[in-house]
T-cell receptor
Framework: EAQVTQNPRYLITVTGKKLTVTCSQNMNHEYMSWYRQDPGLGLRQIYYSMNVEVTDKGDVPEGYKVSRKEKRNFPLILESPSPNQTSLYFC????????????FGPGTRLLVL | GEDVEQSLFLSVREGDSSVINCTYTDSSSTYLYWYKQEPGAGLQLLTYIFSNMDMKQDQRLTVLLNKKDKHLSLRIADTQTGDSAIYFCAERQNAGNMLTFGGGTRLMVKP
């Protein structure tokens, strides 16, 4: 089944403790992206990747890192999480940059205390 | 910067039509999308329209695009309780693949 998976789905952590949220797609998509969703703000893009070893900042990259060592995986790294990073995070992918359809993962709900 | 706006809330009765509206500011938008988010779930792509189209129909869904006014709407015919969700419109600019989302419209369908 074609899908985008994220792990973990739920995470509670404390300020400053490094964490990684994984994202994987099995559709051989070139383009992958991370969004955060906050009430009333819709989704805002954090980082995106157009292919392996090619990443770039989105609208709200501060406090986040990403890597794209393999085509299927695009982990989101919070080196020193802060409470303002409490949010719902979505990973998305599309066949190529410019592809009309992005497929979204199920979301990761993060609470930073 | 780019801005996409939607009303926060819409309530309709089962069987009626729902119309969810969205306005955007970027005239270079290439694709405009409607996503549905059910409670506790991710975003599901409902439909999309290319910017050179005025209308797209897909079963109970009709998308209307007024490019001059930068106005997008989603009409759901014969709305059912299963249509209750948050609906997001999003635009993609010419330059890349980044989507800019509206804040979402919560649709409540009363039986």
């Amino acid at each position: 089944e074609a899908q985008v998976t994220q792990n973990p789905r739920y995470l509670i952590t404390v300020t400053g403790k490094k964490l990684t949220v994984t994202c994987s797609q099995n559709m051989n998509h070139e383009y992958m992206s991370w969004y955060r969703q906050d009430p009333g703000l819709g989704l805002r893009q954090i980082y995106y990747s157009m292919n392996v070893e090619v990443t770039d900042k989105g609208d709200v990259p501060e406090g986040y890192k990403v890597s794209r060592k393999e085509k299927r995986n695009f982990p989101l790294i919070l080196e020193s999480p802060s409470p303002n990073q409490t949010s719902l995070y979505f990973c998305a992918s599309s066949l190529y940059t410019g592809g009309e359809t992005q497929y979204f993962g199920p979301g990761t709900r993060l609470l930073v205390l | 910067g780019e801005d996409v706006e939607q009303s926060l809330f819409l309530s309709v009765r089962e069987g009626d039509s729902s119309v969810i509206n969205c306005t955007y500011t970027d005239s270079s938008s290439t694709y405009l999308y409607w996503y549905k988010q059910e409670p506790g779930a991710g975003l599901q792509l409902l439909t999309y329209i290319f910017s050179n189209m005025d209308m797209k129909q897909d079963q109970r869904l009709t998308v209307l695009l007024n490019k001059k006014d930068k106005h997008l709407s989603l009409r759901i015919a014969d709305t059912q309780t299963g249509d209750s969700a948050i609906y997001f419109c999003a635009e993609r600019q010419n330059a890349g693949n980044m989507l800019t989302f509206g804040g979402g419209t919560r649709l409540m369908v009363k039986p």
